[in-house]
């Protein structure tokens, strides 16, 4: 039983792991958006199995939030804002792709030694993904930092949330509820607020270039 | 190994070549069949690899005044290395006298044999099509070989052999376990196989006009039987990928040594994991589009680098 949990959460922690890819490679608004809502799917998935196996009520609980807010709300929220923002145009990626993902790969090579020592004092049935937690985090830094364009960006701070979340879960079966709570809210207002803010930048210089915003520096 | 020569094994050997050589066509013929019906055509019939085959059979073949014997053979040479990798991969029965002539990086060597030949009969006449078909060729092969030997690889750690026939009876032997780094070696693998067999994101096999074809390109200066032989072998090749992906990932239903009758529940399984196949190959082709020539390092760089990250998965895992 509790080697078929630990075996499903390494899958899904798989699974995890290669959404992060699939966003650093994506080109398109649209799929980032599609690919971030499996990732919460992912997560959720992962987050009840480890409820089930480890019998800790409170992270039932934590699923059906990330579920609400990662799978239904955030997407939601996102797709309303590039209807709304008309921006159907690729995403244009700082560096080449084939350079973003070998840089990924290095990320993924250094959280997996980061965290080997870590995951060796963690007594949790899932300590082994710790390192994958890790590399997601880093994988979606890496996506923030590539990006010119700022729904890009938005979305890669949403899967890096994803990743603080997963790697919680994975070394200490979860944060007490409200240290939850507080981040669900924190990550929603933020959307929230990074909405209006994206308005305000199309307002200003006609794009969502982020690069524009060095005009705002006086000399 | 030594007394393999048995005759139950020579008998799913044979079995497994004749079942290769003669179902390839059809497994050809479904896949294109699944595609017109996604896409709203109306479908060819299901046989008809079988008739072109036996039209272009019976058709004169023209060579080129300046064509090389090397011209000549590569035909020859393409089918035979398919032929030979059909027979190495256990498809039907784990049993093979010939599977321990090659392991997977000496079937993987195979596969670079016949690249290199047909890329050379292209480039023999030296027509422009020809030249430029071969040296794109050339290009998706020299990015899906590493990837395709890293997919291998994960398998052989998980597994602990290099042989296909034991891979396939270790993994279909042991008790169900999840392998996540499968699910990246899976991934990596269907990306692959897209490549090697001039499958839509990176070759449209149903072109002989576009600009961009590759494997097509290749070929235009064949006609009659040599090339009747490869489009045969391009077929073989569809099926060897199909059965190496079914012997990595879907081992189950595989007929064991010493229990020859399996064979009979063997290949109606076989038929049933390759009818899906063929429809999920068709899946993907009708829902993705053909990419530009230079997106393909890209693509394939993709699945080298899941390739790669399956097997690191597999190692921090410890699954």
Redesign the interface.
Known sequence: MST?AS??I??F???L??LA?AML?QRRVLSLVHLFTLQGAALVASTSVMAYATDQPHLYFSAALTLVLKVLLLPWLLHRLIQRLAVRWDVEPLLN??TT??V??VL??FA?TLA?PISALSASVAR??L??ALACVLLSFMMMITRAKAIPQVIGFLALENGLLFAATSATYGMPMVVELGIALDVLVGMVILGVFMFQIREQFDSLDISHLEKLKED | MGAALNWSGLLSQLLEIALAVLGAPLLTGWVNQCRAWLQNKSAPPLLLPYRTLHKLFNKESVVATHASPLFRATPYVVFGCMALACAVVPSLSTDLPLASAADAIALVGLFAVARVFIALGAFDIGTAFGTLGARREMLVGFLAEPALLMVLFTSFLISGSTSLATIVENLAGRELAIYPALAFAGVAFTMVSLAENARVPVDNPATHLELTMIHEAMILEYSGRHLALIEWAASLKLFAYSCIGLALFFPWGVARAGAPLDLFLALPVLIVKLALGGALLALIETASAKMRIFRVPEFLAGAFLLAVIGMLVHLLLGA
């Open positions: 078929l075996q499903l390494n899958l922690a798989a699974l792991l290669l890819f490679s792709i084939p993902m070998l990924g790969i993924v090579i997996f080997a082994s993904t390192g994958i």
